[in-house]
């Protein structure tokens, strides 16, 4: 009964207080002594294998989905026969998402390198059938290497969060994962593909390395991305995002930012030299290119 009544109130009611109301009822934390376990569904249907003590499946039991602004590009600029890739899938949030709308005549390639939550990966993507998705257990770089990957420890505060799993830029007590890191054009190379349409990256940190790794991909393809900046993540892997910069503007790229105004997305043109600090999603397009226009209309 707490349970629904916690689930109504988070994805109906959208007040002031609403979600400090929910971490209360339901601490989203590693020792929460109240949480939700087992299969569930999302607010669009898709189910999912959740426990709320970790981030991510907080936010889908009790709120309906993850980052809705961001699922919203997804979803104008990923449609039915698209070819997407998710980089960073983790549990499959976005993955999902991103396979309800390309459908069957889509495709869509996720990678997750961490194994604990690759298997959920997999459970999500079995428990709703979707034969469009291909999980890669590889990490993305620059260069081909064999890394460790910095997994939050489990006894840990930062173990609700599987998402600040990174190769480089994590300083709270972890455990290392050994894990192979290829280019992005390496893997394309060996795959049948006519088209890629757009591509997702959150890898904590990682994000400049990835894309140098995909240089081919964007002359060949010029695909939508959407890529996450977090400075702090940036700053401990000795990333730039000047050099992201030269990299997508010296390509013929656009970018914005990707923000949310109450229940749509609004998009902030992002100029050279902008220097943006703290946290936030951006989208890449090529100048020009029709689907901004559908993407304006949508969120």
Same mark, same amino acid.
Request: net charge neutral.
């Given at each position: 009964?707490?349970?629904?009544?916690?689930?109504?109130?988070?994805?109906?009611?959208?007040?002031?207080?609403?979600?400090?109301?929910?971490?209360?009822?339901?601490?989203?934390?590693?020792?929460?002594?109240?949480?939700?376990?087992?299969? !569930? =569904?999302?607010?669009?249907?898709?189910?999912?294998?959740? %426990?709320?003590?970790?981030?991510?499946?907080?936010?889908?039991?009790?709120?309906?989905?993850?980052?809705? $602004?961001?699922? !919203?590009?997804?979803?104008?600029?990923?449609?039915?026969?698209?070819?997407?890739? %998710?980089?960073?899938?983790?549990?499959?949030? $976005?993955?999902?998402?991103?396979?309800? $709308?390309?459908?069957?005549?889509g495709r869509v390639l996720?990678?997750?390198?961490?194994?604990?939550?690759? !298997?959920?990966?997999?459970?999500?993507? =079995?428990?709703?059938? #979707?034969?469009?998705?291909?999980?890669?257990?590889?990490?993305?770089?620059?260069?081909?290497?064999?890394?460790?990957?910095?997994?939050?420890?489990?006894?840990?505060?930062?173990?609700?969060?599987?998402? #600040?799993?990174?190769? #480089?830029?994590?300083?709270?007590?972890?455990?290392?994962? %050994?894990?192979?890191?290829?280019?992005?054009?390496?893997?394309?190379? =060996?795959?049948?593909?006519?088209?890629?349409?757009?591509?997702?990256?959150?890898?904590?940190?990682?994000?400049?390395?990835?894309?140098?790794?995909?240089?081919?991909? #964007?002359?060949?393809?010029?695909?939508?991305?959407?890529?996450?900046?977090? %400075?702090?993540?940036?700053?401990?892997?000795?990333?730039?995002?000047?050099?992201?910069?030269?990299?997508?503007?010296?390509?013929?790229?656009?970018?914005?930012?990707?923000?949310?105004?109450?229940? !749509?997305?609004?998009? &902030?043109?992002?100029?050279?030299?902008?220097?943006?600090?703290? $946290?936030?999603?951006v989208l890449a397009l090529?100048?020009?290119?029709?689907?901004?226009?559908?993407?304006?209309? &949508?969120?």
């Amino acid at each position: 009964m707490l349970e629904t009544l916690a689930v109504l109130l988070g994805r109906h009611v959208r007040l002031r207080g609403t979600e400090r109301l929910l971490n209360a009822l339901y601490p989203c934390r590693w020792d929460s002594p109240r949480y939700v376990q087992g299969v !569930r =569904s999302r607010a669009d249907g898709l189910k999912i294998k959740v %426990d709320t003590r970790e981030h991510i499946d907080w936010q889908m039991v009790f709120l309906g989905g993850y980052e809705p $602004h961001v699922a !919203r590009i997804f979803a104008s600029l990923g449609g039915v026969g698209s070819v997407v890739a %998710d980089i960073g899938a983790n549990v499959g949030a $976005h993955t999902l998402t991103m396979a309800r $709308h390309v459908g069957t005549e889509g495709r869509v390639l996720a990678f997750e390198p961490n194994p604990t939550v690759r !298997r959920k990966l997999e459970t999500n993507i =079995s428990l709703n059938g #979707l034969n469009c998705v291909e999980i890669f257990e590889c990490a993305l770089g620059d260069r081909h290497a064999h890394m460790k990957l910095r997994v939050p420890r489990s006894d840990t505060p930062e173990a609700s969060n599987s998402g #600040l799993s990174s190769l #480089l830029a994590l300083e709270t007590p972890h455990d290392l994962v %050994d894990v192979l890191v290829r280019p992005f054009d390496s893997v394309i190379e =060996s795959l049948s593909l006519d088209r890629l349409d757009l591509i997702k990256i959150d890898v904590q940190g990682f994000e400049q390395r990835v894309l140098q790794g995909m240089a081919g991909v #964007l002359r060949r393809f010029s695909p939508a991305i959407v890529f996450e900046y977090e %400075d702090w993540a940036w700053s401990l892997s000795g990333s730039h995002w000047s050099a992201v910069e030269s990299l997508l503007f010296g390509g013929g790229y656009r970018l914005w930012r990707i923000g949310q105004a109450g229940n !749509r997305t609004r998009l &902030a043109e992002l100029r050279a030299g902008s220097q943006p600090g703290g $946290h936030l999603e951006v989208l890449a397009l090529k100048r020009n290119d029709p689907r901004l226009a559908v993407a304006e209309q &949508a969120v």
